[in-house]
């Protein structure tokens, strides 16, 4: 097990936000939740920290239970929907809970963390590594095409069975690449990063980014895993 950070990246939201919507009416908001990956030295997922507010709960609760089930169970993810911090802040205060508190305060939330696992991956070949990005939820026809088009896939000769279609992006001097895969027996989603060479603040960019774009298409990120 290497040892645990935090991963920092540059962007304007640190934490993931969701929008929690009223079981009886999905019209109605009913509150949040605040999520965020700690990272192992390697980048694979050591652990997911989840903390939700409700107005009817009078407060902050953190819930390793919860956390899994948005990932297993279909009907409370049809019930979330991700947003930016500035919604999630509209949102808390529209439902009374004032001004929201300050990423480092909303940590402060943190107290039931679900563990992941973490370790040397098997070394199957002499290429890169791979961050495999598992996903849960759904995607339609629609979802897919517009994913499709903000990933950049491209796929056109369709030589790799399961790779939907396949991305790149070149950051500063690093070379990076991403494969959308259907995983599970058609039940999840992946992002198959790949960055050449190794090292350099391009990959941890590139995967809070990724990350970010599949959670506004529906998807919600499960781990993060170091293939080999």
Known sequence: ??????ARYTSSDLLDYYVLRAEADPGQLAG??????VLADDLAAARLRSAGWTPADGGWWSSAAYARAVRTDPRLRARLAAVDRATAEATYHRLGGGDLPAEEELRGHFRDDVPLATGA????????????ILFAGELDDRRLARLGALLRLDDPDGARPGVVGTGRLRVNDTNVRWDLRRV????A???????EPAGGDALPWVLRQLIGVARAHGLFPATIERLA
């Open 1 to 6: 097990m290497t040892t645990e950070t935090a």
């Open 32 to 37: 949040l939740l605040v999520e965020e990956f």
């Open 121 to 132: 991956p098997l070394r199957l070949s002499d290429g890169p590594d791979v961050h495999r």
């Open 184 to 187: 599970g027996g058609g039940i």
């Open 189 to 195: 989603w992946c992002l198959d990063v790949t960055a």
